[in-house]
């Protein structure tokens, strides 16, 4: 049985580096763009339209691959516009097309999230998507998290290739910029410190 991979999360969580880690393998149908470019227009994402639209979901040619992969935020921007996904047609829509849905909930720290939306889109909506999220998980939604990814690396993408049932070719190279390293920076004591010495000696 053919199966689809569903990424969603919040704008900002991680729908780019989930889909190249799921897009590397040559069994995968995905997003063949970023297997070259750090970055590119969720317009480009390889199903953008069929969230616009599911019902094109049936003229799509399915012989192409055993696997594929689509990634849409919640809410996402379509000209210059908020737009929320229809998950429920489009799962409904590969439920009749007898393709496999799952679902992969990204997550990412949630104040990581609340700076970067309000730096790119000028207010919080990851509260919107958290709505959804019991949806999701009713389906049979897996969490993903991008901080598990770069501090595991491969050790956390087979996890989820065993527990998603989907192949993964894992490729280092995705993980060569941290994106959340230009959040933080150390600071220089907690009042906790003195402490954790004390109980660590």
Partial sequence: MKTMLILTGPQG?????????????????GWEALKTKYWEGHDQEPFAEYWRSPVKLFDFDWSQKEYYVTSISYPYRYHGEDAWP?????????????????IGIIGRDQNI????????????????????????????GIFLSQELLYLYKEDYARQLENTLNFPIKFN??????????????PIESNWLDSYIRLASK
């Fill in 113 to 140: 999230l609340k700076f970067q939306e309000e730096r790119v889109r000028g207010q919080q909506t990851y509260d919107e998507f958290l709505k959804e999220v019991p949806k999701l998980v009713e389906q049979g």
């Fill in 13 to 29: 969580s991680g729908n780019h580096l989930f889909s190249k880690l799921f897009s590397e393998h040559p069994d995968v149908y």
């Fill in 172 to 185: 280092p190279e995705i993980l060569k910029e941290d994106a959340n390293a230009k959040y933080f920076n």
């Fill in 86 to 102: 229809g998950y429920k047609e489009f799962l409904q829509i590969l439920k009749h097309l007898e393709i496999n849905p799952k």
